[in-house]
């Protein structure tokens, strides 16, 4: 997905959890926060669905790539963004894995086939943000870390 910002904007705006409402739709929040983006930081997803899975990140390579895991019950889920460089901008490339055990195998599976979709549509709301300016502002901490 190309996004007209830098890849060290896009980067900084998308790895702060404190961010991710704004861009995320599956989320009511974030709590439990601690520190700034970092391997290791951790962070509780409250979702809209109602699951609050918790959430670490795993890689950071600023600008160029970061994972998080997120764990609930019997489900595992891992995001990794990858940022590059183009003329207008950067271009962010997206992986995700659903994994799931026991009696959540099978609901894993499906989610795992929806994420790719869900991600997407996230990526391109949280690409509107950072073009309109408004993905900078008091209060959020996107691009802070230049």
């Not at 929040?29 to 290791?40: A, F, I, L, N, S």
Request: glycine share 12%; aromatic share 6%.
């Amino acid at each position: 997905m190309r996004v007209g910002v830098s890849p060290e904007v896009a980067f900084d705006y998308l790895v702060e959890p404190r961010n991710r409402r704004a861009w995320q739709s599956s989320l009511a929040g974030v709590e439990q926060v601690t520190g700034e983006p970092r391997v290791g930081q951790r962070w509780v997803d409250v979702t809209r669905a109602g699951p609050r899975p918790a959430m670490e990140t795993t890689e950071l390579d600023r600008p160029r790539r970061w994972s998080e895991r997120g764990t609930w019950r019997g489900v595992e889920a891992v995001l990794t963004l990858e940022f590059s460089t183009t003329p207008a901008g950067c271009e962010i490339g997206y992986s995700v894995l659903v994994r799931g055990r026991g009696v959540l195998a099978p609901a894993a599976w499906v989610l795992g086939k929806l994420a790719p979709v869900a991600v997407r549509s996230d990526l391109t709301r949280a690409a509107r943000i950072l073009e309109a300016g408004t993905g900078r502002g008091a209060g959020d901490h996107g691009g802070r870390r230049q």
